[in-house]
């Protein structure tokens, strides 16, 4: 009985033994394993998204040539300043090539916008020509350089091949500040020191 009993006792200090091996050894690193595994999921996330972030970024630079190119053509066609002699001159070199006879060019104070960041410029246009002369009116303004848009037109015949025409035009700028007594300039009066 007694060696049964050293074995019980034996088996059961090897057990005891084993559990405060697990307990202390193999728990712990049990833990620090959950632990690294969660670190390397959330290290992988990590990467995932400045790998994302690092596409966009090569992206950005592969395209800049382009992007800045629509940049300066869309700053050609609607310019930081109202530039009323430089309208003037674009809509009479395109009736020059249209073949219009323009007997006036009214350009009125530039509005800003309500719906965005630019200020609109209307131009009233009066003058004869063709039918066929005012269609390629029509034409070169709405390809000129400068964001243009014909927004009304009235004919009314006076000779046999003649036409008398009014119209409007609009231009835009992106001069917030372009209104009345701008050139452009600020609407809002600028205080002046000691003044």
Aim: proline share 6%; charged share 15%; glycine share 6%.
């Amino acid at each position: 009985m007694e060696g049964r009993r050293a074995i019980i006792v034996v088996g059961a200090g090897a057990a005891i033994l084993a559990l405060i091996l697990i307990f202390f050894l193999v728990l712990p690193k049990m833990g620090q394993v959950t632990e690294a595994e969660q670190e390397l999921e959330d290290t992988t996330a990590e990467q995932q998204v400045l790998q994302a972030r690092l596409n966009a970024l090569e992206q950005a630079r592969d395209e800049a040539p382009l992007n800045e190119a629509t940049i300066r053509r869309i700053e050609q066609q609607v310019p930081p300043t109202a530039d009323l002699s430089a309208v003037i001159l674009f809509l009479r070199n395109a009736a020059s090539v249209a073949g219009v006879q323009v007997v006036s060019l009214t350009p009125a104070t530039p509005v800003a916008s309500t719906t965005g960041g630019f200020s609109t410029i209307s131009v009233s246009a009066s003058g004869e020509c063709s039918y066929f002369a005012m269609v390629k009116y029509l034409h070169e303004i709405e390809t000129l350089p400068r964001a243009a848009t014909v927004e009304a037109v009235n004919l009314t015949p006076t000779e046999a091949s003649t036409l008398s025409f009014t119209a409007t035009i609009t231009l835009y700028t992106s001069d917030l500040s372009a209104g009345p007594g701008s050139e452009p300039g600020p609407t809002e009066t600028v205080a002046v020191p000691g003044g």
